[in-house]
């Protein structure tokens, strides 16, 4: 489960420096099933709907159910982890800090072994990626861009993400859109880690390609979360929590349950200030060992899962 890192961990850099060899589609309206989970929070007569989002997508995702579209009509504020159609520059400026090689250093290859060196060349011919185009990338990043290939190499790109979507129809009807979480803040997590770190997790994403369950991995996530199968999230919040890689700690203990308590901060405080509101932030955060709605609970909130 650790490719599930760049889908629960908002990776705006593709939103941003969307590369030449992911392709790029515009959505269309197709039937209206449910997707993801979805609950509803209510106190003090209040009420407030919380997505659970998949930061890439697909033509087919959109629009979504009538409960998410009709919510965004009537509330006052949709909230995100970060919003992908906020400020430009301030996330290019997180992504060169944080993800990009300062000019001279690098390249992650030069610091692999021989065997995870010829690992990552097959990778990126496998997703067309050019060796000049992941040079500069840090290995957390380089890891990052490999997993969203693998999802493009399905059909999901993050130019279709849910958060932007949602972004663009609030914004269209002129709905306040508010940031639990900052890119900077996000993208500090990995610059937390050292450089032996970094390329532990790229050289495990390498073997996972090789031993080809990085493409099973995605399309388990996607199928759950695009059928809004509780059983099917559920075995995958299971697996990432039994997860004893590097990648996997990592990832359940940092990118979620360090996580989890501000975002339930966050969103129990918009629920406290707004009558109708909507906030949407990754599934993984919804379902699992101390999730969101369980941490609300916890401080007297009604929720109620919807799907």
Known sequence: MRRLIIVIFYSLFCLTLQPAWAQQAQATAPAIPNRGVLFKAEQGGNTLYLFGTIHV?????YPLEPRITEALTQASVLALEIDPL???KRMLNAVRKYGVYAPGSGPASAQLSPAARARLERALRKYGIPPEAAAPLKPWMLT????IAEFGSQGYQPILAVDAWLSKQARARRLKV?????????????GRLSDAEQLRMLEEDLQSIEDEK???EARELMDAWSSA?????????R????????????MKKVL??????QLADGIAKLLAREKLSVAAIGALHLIGWENVPDLLRRRGIAVERIY
Not at 57 to 61: A, I, L, Q, V, W
Not at 229 to 237: E, G, I, T
Not at 239 to 250: E, I, P, R, Y
Not at 256 to 261: S, V
């Open 178 to 190: 508010e940031e639990l979480e900052s890119v900077e803040g996000q993208m500090s997590l990995f």
């Open 239 to 250: 697996k990432l929590s039994n997860d004893a890689t590097f990648s996997g700690k990592f």
């Open 86 to 88: 906020a400020d430009q």
């Open 144 to 147: 990052s861009a490999l997993t």
């Open 229 to 237: 199968n509780p059983a099917a999230l559920d075995a995958v919040a």
């Open 256 to 261: 979620l349950e360090e996580r989890n308590p």
């Open 214 to 216: 990085y493409a099973g």
């Open 57 to 61: 997508g697909s033509p087919d995702f």
